[in-house]
Each structure stands twice: as structure tokens, then as C-alpha cells.
């Protein structure tokens, strides 16, 4: 704790904010190296209403290890590409690669685990059978599958409701059973999206913390969509911040928050200047409309 | 002493008292009065005034703010006892009945309807009673509809072609349980088995076929929701003078009325789970038979659970309607149709009790089973 | 998720052609679908009255295949008349003849649409008043909504025949036994849709008519029966269908004077195969009319109070 304080100065955060970062085509990285690489990316969707644009021209490339938000007002599209990474939407323009593959690839490698808004447990299963579910289908063995349950339970402090319902846990447990599903079969990526949003305040607090220990323990890149600056600041090593029509990205943040976050370093200067600039950006792609 | 009033207790207490101004329950007392020294059986000997007493009684202790159970206890047993004494004093003597008998029958059928209404508002702290309670009032009314039907008809002598006595079709109903046992065995075990177990069958079988290939759900599905609307029992003679009179033809019958209600549920149940859970299995890259078998198929269940109780109710229909139409000189549809034309209604009644215990044993079964298979659905578990 | 069933469908850059146009509507599937049906039909009526028409034949059989197969399909009593037949009974039976005739079909789909009619009313009002009861009175929902519920489960067409001839037996016939037994037939889903209509309204509807302090009666005016509309029309759908079953199944025991029911069991008595199945579509043809009358009150009814069309 007096550790992580320590490394907070005020004038780290004004270096943040006075960095000349342009929006978009920010960050380039090696394609090598990243486990997702976007280019020019683009999706349009056709409505009954004429052509919507979902996402246009995103840049983007997520290195391993990393832990980025997409934050942005309903209808800029972080849901969106969130799927286009998960297979659940094709895109219209431009690439897209995950660990090198197309998603179509990456889907079939089970290249990821994805967490829904909602548990989407399935209530006929008990946890531990929900948690069984992809290790079923993807032909894991009886033994190995009862020695992952075992373990990814006990990643989420789930040990001891093997054997309940879905409909007998808390909305909190209930998510943190459908992060183990999505652990299970030890997938290097995480998508997550808005995944506490259903959640109340202190169980979401809760969960962010435990999220952050998490992900330090495993090293699993995790993309994560939400609506709650606190919530991206708190958790990411990169914020990317997105408007909505035509869907896009604005920003990409840095964080220069340490590894080890406590829950209240969400009071330090550091973090505020974070969560100023988020919202900066926010009010930004706000201001034409 | 405080009172507590309602309105069925003091209901009795007025018939009982109206009752009290006519002289006598019969037509039989009423000749023993005028002709003393004839020795004939007098209906009512000495229960007239035990019958008023006990109903009065129990009237004015309702009406004391006594414990909720006691009140129904006491009303039970002076309703059921009234009843039972009119009920016996008026076999031997039917249609001789006048109106102090029915007076006193409704003053009884109203303290019953009182103890009902005691009981349908407590609610007990203990699951047990609670079932027991549950379980207690309806078959109250069941009781009731009987004794009333028993009474009346004995009382005002209604002709026994226009509707037997309970009682009566009681005693048939054991006196030819043999005829009942084949009638049912072939209707039941050879048509209704057969004809259900494949028409469900077919429709589910289509219904997965018909939810693989897009094309064939678009056709089938209006082709289905048409034909439930319409009265596909019509097929039934159409069916019999193909097929021939034994069970194979009501077989028939039977797959036709049940295949499009299976059809048409399995279909909506198949697309009944919902967008996170598919986008789930697709993000585990499962296959199409994965994906119904472990998620779209258990989703189904409820759906599945409904058509087969809907179905079982229709098979018992299309095999009897069908017997209308011709059989071989056995079956419950046979048997209803013969002996109405011989005006042995009694028997008739004694086939319709069978067919609903048969339907209502089938569809228990098929509800158990429900609970067991879906016991994750918020219907079954109560949330 | 049809974007996932089919990738790029929900984009529209996809130009989708005219077949896949037409096959992913409704109208080309269902004809087809019934197309193959009616060359089954066809199929099975060949293979089902050519042994018959070989005996008929005899040794001296005229003419080749072709006409062999003619002469199969258009039997005078075929054991399975051809699509052809029956459409051809139908269009005579309809049209060429006078409404008043005993061979008109419209002169028997009258006879039967009328009791049906007559029960459904009769079955309906009697199916909301019990539904009124249950939800009102909790003695009445504890001792007759188990038993209401027990009595789908009985196969109540079997009481058919018995309740006409002992109707008949005390002198009532006509009309009011057949409707009787559809209203018996109809008052079930009204009443299991009206009580699910009338517990409808949400928690915080009835606690707000409780804040205004408002009677049951103005509760039951103001906000149940609103509510119970969209409810009674999805089982009156139900019980229109249920009603017309009841009025063809009551008309069998009658001695087969008149009705679409009589014409069933007069064309089994004397093997007029065409007959019957004439009778049958017949009957289909006053299902739908009477389910789509019913869609379109339905329609209405709710269009007037404000739903959103569908």
C-alpha cells in the first residue's frame, strides 16, 4: 500500500494528461507480437431505418498480457467490436487478426473465453456442470475436466457450490461462476463485456478487485467493455475510448497507474487525472451533437 | 359470547327455519300422517328432527368466534353428517322429496361452503398442512358436486336415462369391471399407446428436421399453426374406412391429432433459448448437434412437456371419436356408443369415470415426470 | 441470431437473388411443402385403388398405362379419392348448387356454424364469469380451478353422443344440445386465459389503483379487464376452434340428419369416400374463417385501446 502510494506523483498525472496522443491510429505495435490487431476496421449494419455504422476505421493493436477497457456512450460500438473479435460479427472493411488468425480461426482454436452481460448459466446444470460445459464440448476427458473445475472454482473463491443451481447463488456468484466457465479451458485471451454491469456498487467493487488479482495471477489478456469510468481506470492497463455515429475510436489511454492497485487508489490525484482525461474524451466525441 | 358473522351459517339458519314450517320431508310421511294405522316404512322416521338439530347446531357454533380449524371442523361435520342422513333416508322413497328436503340440503351444502371458504383462508406455517389444505378444499367441492347430484336426483326422482345417481354408476362401474378392463385395454394399451408414442415421435423427429433446414420450418410452421385450428378429429371416419375397424385405423387417428401440436411446440421450443446462450456455444465453437443437445433441447423441455400433456389429452379423443365410427364389439368408444343407444346410461357414465381416471393418471404421470426434467424452470421451482 | 446462422445477412452487401428472396419468405416453403404433399396424395390414392380397378378391369383392360391410371383417380368410390375429386366435390357442392339443397356443403357448414357460434357465445360468457369468480372470490379459486384444470385432462367428447340422446330423450333437440356441448368444449381456455388476463396487471398497476384508494369493482373496470383483453382473444382463437370440434362431434349421434358432422358419418355409412372428404375440407374452411374473424375482432379491439400494431 505506502509502497504504490509512493509511486504516485502529481506531476506523473499532468505528464499523462500534457502527452500529445492522437486519436485512432495511436499505439502501433509490432503484428507479431499482438494478440489483437485491427486495421482500417469497419462494420455496417443494415436496419430497416437505412445503413448504420457500427464501427469505422478502428486501429487498434492489444499486446499480450494486456488489460484494456472500451469505454463509450451506448451505440459507439465497444460491444460490437468486442464481438467482431469473438467471431459474433463479420466485419464490413478492413482486418481484423487474433493470435495471428482470423477470428473465424481463432473461434475454432478456442482461442478465447468470453464473458456475457448476463451469467448466461444454464439453469438445468449445476455449477460445476455449467463450468464442464465447453470442456464437454471441446472433448476434454473426465478426470481433467473434474481437475479444472476444481481449480478455476477455486480461481473465482467459488469452492464449496460445485454442487448448487445457478438460480440458488447471488448475481455477484453467478458471475464469477460464468468467469470460471469462461477460464476453464485456459484460453489466453478474456473477452468481457460490461461484465458487472447488472451488478450492484459493493459486489462490483468487490469483483473488480477480485478481476485485477486475477488476471495478475494468470496473465491472460483481457479486453473488457464498460460504461463506468471509475471501473476502466480502476482495471486497465489501456483505456480505449469510443463514440457512437459512426461508431469509432477517439482515444487510447495509457495508464500509469502501478500494477498493484488497492481499492482506494481510486482516490489518488493520479487516478483522478485519469478518470478527468476518460471523461474528456467522453464529452469529446459528445460535442457535435 | 361474540358473534362472528357470515353470511352462509345464517343462510342455513333461515332455509332451516323456513324448512321448519312444512310438515313433513315426504310424500311417504306425509300419507303415514293422514292414514296412522297403516305400518309402512316412514322415510325420516326420527332423523327430520335430528337433521335440523345438528344443521342448526353447527350454523350457531360457526357464528362463535371459536378457532379458525375448529369452526371448519364443526361445519364439516354437520354438513356431512346432514347430508349423509338425507341422502340415506331418501333411498328406497326417490322422488318423493318435498321441499323441506331440499331446504335442508342447502342449508348443508351452505355450511360446507362456509367450512370451504374457512379453510381457502388459513394459511398455515407448515409446507404439509399447506398441501394438505391444498389438496383438502378441491376435493370438498368434488365431494359436495357429488353428494348434491346424489340427492337431488334421488330426491326429485329425476329418470334414471336422464341421469343416474353417482351411486349407481358406482356400482355398475365394479359390477363390470371386466367389459371396462378390455374396453380399456383396447383402446388405451393398443390404440392410444401406439398412436401417441408415434405421432409424438413424427413430430419431433420433424421439428428437428424442420429446424436444421431452414427452408422446411419456413413451410411447415404456418402449415402447422393452420392445421391445430382445425377440427382434424373430421379425419376419423375418413381414417377407420381406410384402415379397417380394429385399433390400427384409431392408431392412425391418434398420429394424425398429435403430430402438429408436437410439431409446432418443439419448433418454439427449439428457438427458445436464448442470444447469450447460443453466442456462447458459438464462441466454443460447438457444432450444430452440440449445441441442441446440450443447450437447445433442455431449453426445449418445457415446450416438449406441454405439447405431450396437450397431446395426451387429444389421443384419448381421436381413439374414442374414432370407435364411434366402427370397431371390432369392444373399446371405450364402442362401448359409449352402444349403450346409449340401448339407453344403459349408467354404463356410459361408468366409461366416462374410467376414461377420466385413465386421462388423469396419464397426465399426472406426464406432470411428474415435467417436475423431474424441468426442475430448473421458473414455473417448476417457483421463482 | 440470424447475423451468426448466416454471416453477411444482416449486412446487406450480400446481393440476395430471387430465389433466396422468395425462400427465405413464407409463401414459397408452404407452397411447396403442400405441393409434395398433394403429389403423396396423389401417389397413395394411386397405390391405394388400382388393386380395385384391376378387379373391375378385369382380363379385358382397355386402353394403355396411362389411361389405367386415369381411370384409377377418378373412381365413383375410390378407397382414397385424388385431390382433384375432392376439389371438384367441393367447388359443385358450394357453388352449383342452392344454398337450400340437402347436398349443399354451404347449406352444412351453415347448420353446424350455427350451433358452433351459438356455444362459443355461450361458452365465453360463461368462461370470463367463472374467470371473474376465481380471481375474486379465493373459496372459488381453491376448490374449481383444480378441478377446471382436471377436466382437460378428461376426454369430454366422449359425453358427446350420451348428452343428445338424452336431450333428445326429454325432448330437446336441435340446436341447443350441439351447442351445448361446444360451449363445454369452449369455456375451458377462456376461463384459464381470462384468470391469467385478470392477474395480468403488474404489481405496481394494482398498488397504484390501491394508492387512489379505489373499489375492486373500479379495480376490475379501470385495470383488470384492460388488461385481460389481449389474453381473452388468444383463447377465444382456442375455443372458437374447440367449439367447432364440439359441434361436429355433437352431430354424429343424430341420426345424420344435417351438418358437417352428419355428412362425415352419412358419407362413412355409405362409403362416399368424396363425399367425406368434401366434408372435411369443408369444415376446415369454416375453422379458418371463424379463427381469422376472431384474429381480425382481436385486431380491432386492440388497435382501439392503443396496442402497437404487430
Same mark, same amino acid.
Given at each position: ?32 507480437a ?8 469497419? /462494420? ?12 469505422? %476505421? ?34 464490413t ?11 473465424e ?17 444454464y439453469?438445468?446444470?449445476?455449477? &460445476? ?10 472433448? +476434454?476427458?473426465?478426470? $481433467? ?9 477455486a ?14 447463488l ?8 460464468s ?13 468481457? %463485456? ?12 468487490? #469483483?473488480? $478487485? ?54 482506494? @487508489? ?12 476518460v ?11 | ?7 352462509q ?23 303415514? &300422517? ?13 332423523t ?18 371459536l ?35 331440499? #331446504? ?27 398441501t ?76 428437428? /428436421?424442420? %429446424?436444421?433446414?431452414?427452408f ?6 404456418? @402449415? ?21 375397424? %380394429?385399433?390400427?385405423s ?23 433459448s ?30 416438449i412437456? =406441454? ?5 395426451s389429452?387429444?389421443? #384419448? ?5 374414432? &370407435? ?20 344403459? @346410461? ?21 406432470? #411428474? ?12 421451482r417457483?421463482? | ?11 446487406? *452487401? ?18 411447396s ?15 391405394? =385403388? ?6 373391375l378391369?378385369? $382380363?379385358?383392360?382397355?386402353g ?10 377418378n ?13 371438384? =366435390? ?14 349443399? /356443403? ?57 348428452? +343428445? ?42 398498488d ?22 389481449p ?30 358432422g ?21 369444415g ?8 381469422? *374473424? ?17
Open positions: 500500500m505506502d509502497r504504490s502510494l509512493k509511486l504516485l506523483s502529481f506531476s506523473a498525472a499532468m505528464n499523462v494528461i500534457a502527452s500529445p496522443l492522437k486519436p485512432a491510429d495511436v499505439v502501433p505495435r509490432p503484428s507479431g499482438s494478440v489483437v490487431e485491427a486495421r482500417g476496421l469497419g /462494420l455496417t449494419f443494415k436496419t430497416n431505418d437505412g445503413p448504420v455504422q457500427a464501427l469505422t %476505421d478502428v486501429n487498434l493493436s492489444i499486446g499480450k498480457g494486456e488489460f484494456v477497457s472500451f469505454i463509450g456512450p451506448s451505440g459507439c460500438g465497444k460491444t460490437t467490436f468486442l464481438r467482431v473479435i469473438a467471431d459474433l460479427e463479420r466485419p472493411a478492413g482486418t481484423i487478426h487474433v493470435n495471428g488468425m482470423t477470428p480461426q481463432a473461434r475454432e482454436a478456442r482461442a478465447y473465453g468470453y464473458v456475457f452481460q448476463a451469467a448466461a448459466l439453469p438445468w446444470r449445476t455449477i &460445476e456442470h455449467n463450468v464442464a460445459l465447453p470442456l464437454e464440448i471441446m472433448g +476434454i476427458g473426465k478426470a $481433467e475436466r473434474e481437475e479444472r473445475i476444481k481449480r478455476t472454482l480461481l473465482v473463491n467459488l469452492s464449496g457450490f460445485e454442487k448448487k443451481f445457478p438460480w440458488q447471488s448475481g455477484g456468484m453467478q458471475q464469477r461462476a468467469i470460471a466457465r469462461a477460464l476453464a479451458f485456459d484460453a489466453d485471451l478474456l473477452l468481457m %463485456d460490461e461484465p458487472f454491469g447488472a451488478l450492484d456498487e459493493i459486489v462490483r467493487d468487490h #469483483l473488480n $478487485e477480485q478481476l485485477l488479482q486475477l488476471w495478475a495471477r494468470t496473465n491472460k489478456t483481457i479486453c473488457f467493455v464498460t460504461h463506468s469510468i471509475p471501473e476502466a481506470v480502476y482495471l486497465s492497463t489501456r483505456i480505449v475510448v469510443m463514440s457512437p455515429r459512426p461508431g469509432r475510436v477517439t482515444d487510447v489511454i495509457e495508464s500509469t497507474l502501478p500494477h498493484e492497485r488497492p481499492l482506494d @487508489i481510486r482516490e489518488t490525484p493520479e487516478f483522478l487525472a485519469i478518470a478527468h482525461r471523461r474528456e474524451g467522453l464529452r469529446a466525441g459528445h460535442s457535435y451533437d | 359470547m361474540r358473534l362472528r358473522f357470515a353470511w351459517p345464517v343462510l342455513a339458519l333461515a332455509l332451516l327455519i323456513l324448512a321448519s314450517f312444512f310438515p313433513s320431508m315426504t310424500m311417504g310421511a306425509l300419507d303415514a &300422517e293422514a292414514n296412522p294405522t297403516a305400518t309402512v316404512q316412514v322415510p325420516f322416521d326420527g327430520s328432527t335430528l337433521i335440523s338439530l345438528l344443521l342448526a347446531a353447527g350454523a350457531i357454533l360457526s357464528l362463535v368466534r378457532p379458525k380449524t375448529a369452526e371448519a371442523l364443526i361445519l364439516l361435520v354437520a354438513s356431512f353428517g346432514a347430508a349423509w342422513m338425507l341422502v340415506s333416508g331418501i333411498s328406497g322413497a326417490e322422488g318423493s322429496a318435498l321441499a323441506p328436503f331440499f #331446504l335442508k340440503l342447502a342449508a348443508s351444502w351452505f355450511l360446507a361452503w362456509r367450512a370451504a371458504s374457512v379453510l381457502s383462508n388459513l394459511s398455515p406455517i407448515s409446507a404439509s398442512a399447506r394438505l389444505l391444498r389438496l383438502l378444499v378441491p376435493a370438498l367441492f368434488g365431494a359436495w358436486v357429488l353428494i348434491l347430484w346424489e340427492a337431488i336426483v334421488r330426491g326429485a326422482g329425476v329418470p334414471f336415462i336422464l341421469l343416474p345417481p353417482p351411486s349407481a354408476i358406482g356400482l355398475r362401474l365394479v359390477s363390470s369391471v371386466p367389459t371396462l378392463w378390455a374396453d380399456v385395454n383396447q383402446t388405451i394399451f393398443k390404440s392410444v399407446i401406439a398412436g401417441y408414442v408415434a405421432g409424438c415421435g413424427l413430430g419431433f423427429g420433424a421439428a428437428v /428436421l424442420a %429446424d436444421r433446414y431452414g422446411l420450418r419456413r413451410g411447415l410452421l404456418p @402449415i402447422g399453426n393452420m392445421v391445430s385450428a382445425l377440427p382434424i378429429i373430421g379425419v376419423a371416419p375418413i381414417l377407420v374406412n381406410l384402415l379397417g375397424f %380394429d385399433w390400427q384409431k392408431a392412425a387417428v391418434v398420429i394424425v391429432m398429435t403430430f402438429f401440436p408436437m410439431l409446432v411446440n418443439t419448433i418454439a421450443g427449439l428457438s427458445a436464448g442470444h447469450m446462450e447460443r453466442d456462447l456455444m458459438r464462441t466454443y465453437a460447438s457444432n450444430y448437434w452440440q449445441t441442441l443437445l446440450k443447450l437447445r433441447l433442455p431449453a426445449a423441455m418445457p415446450f412437456f =406441454n405439447a405431450l400433456k396437450i397431446n389429452t387429444l389421443a #384419448l379423443i381421436g381413439a374414442i371419436v374414432a &370407435e364411434f365410427f366402427g370397431t371390432p364389439v369392444v373399446g371405450m368408444g364402442f362401448r359409449i356408443s352402444t349403450e346409449v343407444g340401448r339407453m344403459n @346410461i349408467d354404463m356410459v357414465w361408468a366409461e366416462i369415470a374410467v376414461a377420466a381416471l385413465v386421462g388423469s393418471l396419464f397426465y399426472g404421470g406426464l406432470a #411428474l415426470a415435467e417436475r423431474a426434467v424441468t426442475f430448473w424452470h421458473p414455473s417448476v417457483g421463482g | 441470431m440470424s447475423a451468426i446462422a448466416a454471416p453477411g445477412a444482416g449486412t446487406g *452487401l450480400e446481393p440476395l437473388g430471387l430465389w433466396a428472396r422468395l425462400s427465405s419468405g413464407r409463401t414459397l416453403p408452404v407452397l411443402i403442400l405441393l409434395v404433399l398433394i403429389a403423396i396424395w396423389y401417389v397413395a390414392a394411386f397405390s391405394l =385403388n388400382a388393386p380395385f380397378q384391376r378387379r378391369d378385369g $382380363e379385358s383392360a382397355p394403355g398405362t396411362l389411361a389405367f391410371v386415369e381411370r384409377t383417380l373412381q365413383a368410390k375410390p378407397t382414397l379419392p385424388s385431390p382433384h375429386q375432392v376439389a371438384q =366435390n367441393v367447388l359443385e357442392n358450394t357453388f352449383l348448387r342452392k344454398v337450400t339443397s340437402n347436398r349443399s /356443403l354451404v347449406y352444412h357448414a351453415g347448420v353446424t356454424l350455427s350451433s358452433t357460434v351459438l356455444g362459443f357465445v355461450l361458452g365465453t360468457t360463461l368462461g370470463i364469469l367463472i374467470a371473474v369468480g376465481i380471481v375474486h372470490v379465493v373459496t372459488l379459486e381453491r376448490s374449481l380451478m383444480p378441478w377446471i384444470i382436471a377436466s382437460q385432462t378428461v376426454p369430454i367428447l366422449a359425453v358427446a353422443p350420451m348428452i +343428445i340422446v338424452v336431450l333428445a330423450a326429454v325432448g330437446i333437440t336441435g340446436l341447443l344440445p350441439k351447442a351445448l356441448i361446444s360451449t363445454y368444449l369452449s369455456f375451458f381456455p377462456v376461463t384459464v386465459g381470462m384468470v391469467k388476463g385478470l392477474r395480468s396487471p403488474e404489481t405496481n398497476h394494482l397504484l389503483m390501491h394508492t387512489y384508494n379505489a373499489s375492486p369493482a373500479q379495480t376490475f373496470w379501470k385495470l383488470r379487464l384492460p388488461a385481460s383483453v389474453f381473452l382473444f388468444a383463447s377465444m382463437k382456442v375455443a372458437v376452434a374447440a367449439s367447432l370440434v364440439g359441434a361436429i362431434v355433437g352431430e354424429l349421434p343424430t341420426g345424420a340428419v344435417a351438418g358437417i352428419a355428412k362425415l358419418l352419412s358419407g362413412a355409412y355409405y362409403s362416399q369416400t368424396v363425399d367425406m372428404w368434401a366434408a372435411l375440407v369443408a376446415s374452411v369454416v375453422a379458418a374463417l371463424l379463427v381469422t *374473424l376472431v384474429g381480425i375482432a382481436s385486431r380491432v379491439v386492440e388497435r382501439a385501446m392503443g396496442a402497437r400494431p404487430a
